[in-house]
């Protein structure tokens, strides 16, 4: 079979033959499929949407690109410096194997790869999404206004999606407005799963404490716990619907230590009970500053959106003790969303169908995963060389299964050479480490 890196370098290695004209090898997108002829004769290249880069973080750039076999606009992510070390290997290995697994309309998923080279020239993971038009961030820093129906709708799906991923044992760890995505229709998809794990549910394991971006780290987060569960997931997500209602960050700190000042400012100082997970230099900053009543009373001047029923369900999210703090399931079934459920199951959804002008609800609104997401591949893993052989094996399976022309990047493209040299964030460009608190 032909490679598909026919006008790279690598292709040259592989083949050890001469670099042959292609016959797309004057069409301007990005993304090359070897029927790009096809593409190139029907005039499409008139109106070319340009590629583009349109979001980079930590563990990757993403891009909106051509899928040159059937003109639709996609997001390519790249994923570079994947097999650096044990642990970025494995990383990116279950961050592709989360995207295979899933199936639901809130949560964004793998739609194709790139076809990747032979395994001594691995070393990026290219995947292919849905492309949405923007994310809550920019929409919340937009001038673009925001109804009380935005708010619900908006709310509605990212509990939806993540009851769909607890109840598949995945914690998101990331959940910020830049992590959840949204198009012209208002329809939202949470992404980015490169800090995404299994629940641990044996609590005297050490979990890892660099997770969340700073503002919408939980409290447990914040205090050194070195165990947590689902509602740092849920503490995020009453940090966005309070940023939506107020259309600002609603603790914007600009170091951990003055994270926690805010949320106590706002909680009032918490009880040695709230604090349980906390670890000892955590209680004992928190115990020797000021006594600080709860000031929930604030909430009410976000905006004229946050209504009694609005405060009620964002209180129970906002909670310090993660013990305490509400659940997707149960934060589903507050009033307050029913307005955004029958928005979303009216017109915006894929599961109801409308049969003769009749709209036929589907009999589970609100679906969980059919079975747990198991992360036992992860298990004898233990060298970067065998994970490499691993994913390769996965990627290379999956190409073959969609039925489909597989796709490479094309490097004569005029986007070829800026996406080259695209690469993650900088060090300087990310979020604080936690506080490093003495710790007995
Ligand atoms: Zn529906």
Redesign the pocket.
């Known amino acids: 079979m032909q490679s598909l890196y026919n006008h790279s370098l690598i292709n040259n290695c592989i083949n050890g033959q001469q670099q042959q004209p292609q016959d797309g090898s004057n069409c301007p997108f990005l993304l090359l499929s070897r029927k790009m002829s096809r593409i190139s004769s029907t005039g499409l290249q008139q109106d070319v949407v340009p590629d583009r880069p349109i979001g980079y973080g930590a563990f990757g750039v993403v891009w909106a690109v051509t899928d040159p076999r059937d003109g639709k606009r996609v997001a390519l992510k790249k994923m570079p410096n994947v097999f650096q070390n044990i642990l970025s290997s494995i990383r990116v290995y279950r961050e592709i194997k989360m995207l295979l697994f899933f199936k639901h309309e809130n949560v964004l998923s793998a739609l194709d790869f790139l076809q990747p080279p032979h395994i001594d020239f691995f070393q990026e993971v290219y995947v292919i999404t849905e492309l949405m038009q923007s994310d809550l961030h920019k929409i919340i820093v937009s001038s673009q206004p925001l109804t009380s129906d935005h708010v619900k709708v908006f709310l509605y799906q990212i509990l939806r999606g993540l009851r769909y991923l607890h109840s598949a044992n995945i914690l998101h760890r990331d959940i910020k407005p830049g992590n959840l995505l949204v198009n012209s229709n208002c329809l939202l998809k949470i992404c980015d799963f490169g800090l995404a794990r299994v629940n641990e549910t044996d609590a005297s394991k050490r979990m890892t404490q660099e997770v969340v971006t700073q503002y919408y780290r939980a409290p447990e987060l914040l205090t050194g716990a070195n165990h947590y569960t689902f509602s740092i997931d849920i503490w995020s997500v009453g940090c966005i619907f309070a940023e939506l209602l107020g259309r600002r960050i609603l603790f914007q700190a600009k170091t951990p230590l003055q994270q926690l000042d805010l949320i106590t400012g706002l909680l009032g100082t918490p009880t040695c009970e709230d604090m349980r997970y906390a670890c000892d230099g955590a209680i004992k900053y928190i115990q020797g500053r000021p006594y600080k009543a709860p000031s929930l009373s604030a909430l009410y001047t976000l905006s004229p959106q946050a209504t009694h029923e609005a405060v009620h369900l964002l209180s129970q999210m906002l909670i310090f003790n993660p013990d305490k703090r509400i659940s997707c399931t149960n934060a589903l079934s507050h009033p307050y969303l029913d307005e955004g459920r029958l928005r979303?199951?009216s017109c915006m959804?894929?599961?109801?169908h409308t049969v003769g002008g009749v709209r036929r609800?589907?009999s589970d609104?609100e679906p969980l995963a059919p079975t747990v997401f198991d992360d036992g591949f992860e298990k004898g893993l233990h060298s970067v060389h065998q994970v490499k052989d691993k994913l390769h094996k996965t990627i290379l399976e999956k190409c073959g299964s969609y039925n489909r022309v597989p796709l490479c990047i094309n490097p004569n493209s005029a986007a070829f050479k800026n996406f080259a040299s695209s690469t993650v964030a900088h060090p300087s460009e990310l979020p604080p480490s936690p506080h490093q608190w003495e710790c007995a």
Do not use: E, F, G, N
């Open positions: 979303y199951h959804c894929r599961c109801c609800y589907a609104l």
